[in-house]
């Protein structure tokens, strides 16, 4: 059963002309199919990206965890135990890097490996949405605390903060 489902999420992803994550339409049967297929049955869903040349993704966890996989399901790398669940993720355009925000307004940057490259402080409190910028150089992130930063990448240097 897991081995036919798998294939139908493969199918579907590969249908889509365009892998870049935001170009992606999750319905929700297909998030939920995402969601049995991929996740443990405790860990609901916070957050899914998808790396742009289409190749991997990554999954986000309300348990604290963090997983990239290829599209053949095969776990690439995970990190459990994380400090706060991350609740928006985004690749970088060139697939190097992982960035996830969290409740507490800090954003970590990873490299394609999981290895820890820095982490971006300044929001007051929850992150809602993160982005690149087009060449990878810098990465915004959106806070509920009214302010949206700019931060160099990988330097992890804060550039811009405009307040709402």
Request: hydrophobic content about 35%.
């Amino acid at each position: 059963m897991h081995d036919r489902r798998s294939q139908r999420i493969r199918e579907q992803l590969r249908q889509h002309p365009n892998p870049r994550s935001h170009d992606r339409a999750l319905t929700p049967s297909f998030a939920d199919q995402l969601r049995r297929t991929y996740l443990p049955p405790h860990a609901a869903p916070m957050s899914v990206a998808f790396a742009p040349d289409g190749a991997r993704f990554g999954t986000a966890t309300r348990d604290r965890a963090l997983k990239v996989w290829d599209m053949e399901g095969k776990e690439i790398f995970t990190l459990q135990n994380l400090p706060r669940a991350v609740n928006s993720l985004a690749f970088s355009p060139d697939g190097r890097h992982l960035a996830g925000a969290d409740e507490a307004g800090t954003i970590q940057l990873w490299d394609s490996g999981g290895r820890e490259v820095a982490g971006l402080r300044g929001h007051e409190c929850r992150v809602q949405a993160i982005a690149f910028r087009p060449d990878g150089r810098h990465l915004a992130g959106a806070g509920a605390d009214g302010t949206l930063r700019v931060w160099e990448v990988p330097s992890g240097r804060e550039r811009h903060c405009l307040r709402g």
